[in-house]
């Protein structure tokens, strides 16, 4: 489990433990976290970019499956640090891939992003939709699924909508719900940026959890999505907190933000036609 002590990571740590499996995490810890990981599972700290650090990490090892989730995943940041995220999405793609193939893995789960991948989506976007990344990180996403599909390994892989829920950071541009509830908590003003009509399929990361299971039974190939299917905008999920949580402590206006798109969705109904929904 490769980025397993992060958000998603380390609740699909917990779910694989749960069914009995186990598990050997893969995370530099960057932006993963120790405390997020049962002790059951094993740490090995290494690089995913660095084929050599990624060897000595799993020397001696047999490993039934792979689920890849390490990446670096700030869009915005992705312009500015371009060859970081090329390393560690498109190099360190390959090389677990070739860790993948070494130990003989019966089944790789490549999880890729719906939010950055299609571009903008009048209509939430089907797997066939021709794909048009606008940033660093959606174009290297791309690359990293073309490694993938040719790999030559059992492989599939997932396109995620935006995910919320416990263990979210909230220095990190996606988790948006993460950043506002944590605003309200200290009674600090909520930023929008531009206008507060961004759209985003917001799922939440359980339901997320069980998709990814799902596909280590290894009866699926190709690509997949993974959302809702429904398109909210920042302005609505304030309002939905606001019903919850009281007003929030103040509202802050900020420039758009490049690179991203106005309405990110995807269309999950190949994944329900068979089972991963």
């Known amino acids: 489990m490769t980025g397993g002590a992060g958000f998603l990571g380390s609740h699909v740590v917990d779910a694989l433990l749960a069914r009995g499996d ?8 960057s932006t993963g976290d120790r405390a997020n990981l049962d002790p059951r599972a094993t ?28 990446a670096k995943t700030k869009v915005v940041e992705s312009m500015e640090q371009e060859d970081l995220y ?10 677990v891939l070739e860790m993948a193939r070494q130990l003989h893995a019966s089944i790789f789960v490549n999880i890729s992003t719906g939010g950055a991948i299609y571009g903008e989506t009048p209509v939430c976007a089907s797997e066939d939709v021709p794909i048009d990344p606008r940033s660093n990180y959606g174009r290297f996403k791309a690359k990293a699924e073309k490694l993938v599909e040719s790999s030559g390994l059992r492989s599939l ?8 829920g416990p263990r979210q950071r909230t220095d990190l541009e996606g988790g948006v719900i993460a950043i506002f509830v944590g605003c309200w908590k200290r009674r600090e003003p909520i930023t929008l940026f531009g ?22 039974a290894g009866k699926h ?9 429904i398109a909210t905008s920042v302005n609505a999920l304030v309002s939905a907190l606001t019903s919850v949580l009281g007003p929030p402590p103040g509202i802050q206006s900020a ?13 999950p109904a190949k994944a329900a036609r068979e089972g991963l929904w």
């Open 22 to 29: 186990e598990v050997v995490v893969v995370d530099d810890l």
């Open 43 to 70: 740490l090995r700290i290494a690089d995913v970019g660095d084929s050599a650090a990624l060897e000595r990490a799993l020397a001696g090892d047999r490993i039934d499956g792979v689920v890849h989730c390490a």
């Open 86 to 95: 090329e390393r560690v999405i498109v190099e360190g793609t390959y090389n």
């Open 157 to 164: 892989t997932l396109r995620l909508a935006n995910i919320y």
């Open 195 to 216: 206008d507060g009509r961004y759209e985003r399929d917001y799922v939440y990361v359980a339901d997320v959890v069980e998709s990814i299971l799902a596909t280590l």
């Open 221 to 229: 190939r190709g690509i997949y999505n993974i959302g809702t299917g």
């Open 255 to 267: 420039p758009a933000r490049p690179a991203e798109v106005v309405r990110g969705c995807v269309d």
